[in-house]
């Protein structure tokens, strides 16, 4: 079965960085699709960015120009680089990819920005 796992999550200050990982595993070949949701206590999850084989790239608008997602199709694992943090950015954050037309979840990985 594929297995996302997410790593890189933490506590930050407003106006700081991170930078999250997400390794897929049990799969042949690329994954088609990989992305990024989140979802705060007591909100909806929502699309943070999404990433595509070929490199094309969407971004929700809370996060645009601030936040940047790249993947590495050998290592099938993609990235997250958090900039200009916000306290309004505290969520669990998770990663999804879609492989042979299915969907996979990642866990999660908490980040918190202080204001």
Request: charged share 15%; glycine share 14%; proline share 2%.
């Given at each position: 079965q594929?297995?996302?796992?997410?790593?890189?999550?933490?506590?930050?200050q407003?106006?700081g960085?991170?930078?999250?990982?997400?390794a897929?595993?049990?799969?042949?070949?690329?994954l088609n699709?990989?992305?990024?949701?989140?979802?705060?206590?007591?909100?909806?999850?929502e699309?943070v960015?999404?990433?595509?084989s070929?490199?094309?790239?969407?971004?929700?608008?809370?996060?645009?120009?601030?936040?940047?997602?790249?993947?590495?199709?050998?290592?099938?694992?993609?990235?997250?680089?958090?900039?200009?943090?916000?306290?309004?950015?505290?969520?669990?954050?998770?990663?999804?990819a879609?492989?042979?037309?299915?969907?996979?979840?990642?866990?999660?990985?908490?980040?918190?920005?202080?204001?």
């Open positions: 594929v297995q996302l796992v997410e790593s890189g999550g933490g506590l930050v407003a106006g960085s991170l930078r999250l990982s997400c897929a595993s049990g799969i042949s070949g690329s699709v990989m992305d990024w949701y989140r979802q705060a206590p007591g909100s909806q999850r699309l960015a999404q990433i595509f070929g490199g094309l790239t969407n971004y929700g608008d809370s996060v645009r120009g601030r936040f940047t997602i790249s993947r590495d199709n050998d290592k099938n694992t993609v990235y997250l680089q958090m900039n200009s943090l916000k306290p309004e950015d505290t969520a669990v954050y998770y990663c999804h879609t492989y042979r037309t299915f969907g996979y979840w990642g866990q999660g990985t908490q980040v918190t920005v202080s204001s």
